[in-house]
């Protein structure tokens, strides 16, 4: 991927972000568009052209109904912790906080949580760690995975809820976990396993 073509991947998947309803309907689309752009081979038209042909138009993507995807996303960035960082497993309750507290306040948040997966997508160091742009957006559905966690962990420890508070310090969780807990390369390898699917 020459430079201009990552360019123009990375403001496609900003625009998806803009345009996508909520944050499940645009990391769905960006999945259909990394699938498509992984069938280009060079040899004809250059990337930033098959990016440019990609649809403009949404899919739907389903609200997550339960913490279970997410908590296995969770788990996975939490053994890129080294194990002298690595917090002690908190996860008593997380299931039914997410179900009682999050899953009906969620659709509240579209426009913060759909910000947070466009500001994971841009200046991405997956771009650069991983092995092709689908390991991209599974890193950015991992994120929103584990903001999803750290809302039920707000929640079950509030007993109220999700609300713009709750949700803001389950963003700043999130990055916490993403950006000084897990070893960046080992993130980037695990959610590698998205270029053999």
């Known amino acids: 991927m020459d430079l201009d073509g990552y360019s123009a991947w990375e403001r496609h998947m900003v625009a998806v972000c803009a345009a996508a309803p909520d944050a499940e309907s645009a990391l769905a689309t960006m999945a259909l568009d990394a699938a498509s752009l992984r069938t280009w081979t060079g040899g004809g038209a250059v990337l930033v052209v098959a990016v440019a042909r990609l649809p403009r138009e949404t899919v739907h993507g389903p609200p997550h109904a339960s913490l279970a995807i997410s908590l296995a996303a969770y788990r996975e960035a939490m053994q890129c912790v080294s194990q002298e960082m690595r917090p002690e497993p908190d996860e008593a309750g997380l299931a039914e906080a997410f179900t009682a507290h999050v899953v009906p306040e969620w659709h509240r948040f579209p426009a913060p949580l759909r910000r947070y997966v466009a500001a994971k997508a841009f200046a991405s160091w997956t771009a650069y760690q991983g092995r092709g742009i689908a390991t991209i957006v599974r890193g950015l559905e991992a994120a929103l995975a584990i903001v999803r966690v750290e809302a039920a962990r707000q929640c079950r420890d509030a007993g109220a809820p999700l609300d713009a508070e709750r949700l803001k310090q389950a963003f700043r969780q999130a990055d ?20 053999s699917m």
């Not at 916490?176 to 270029?195: P, T, Y």
């Open 176 to 195: 916490f976990v993403l950006n000084h807990l897990a070893v960046g390369e080992e993130l980037a390898d695990a959610w590698s396993v998205a270029e």
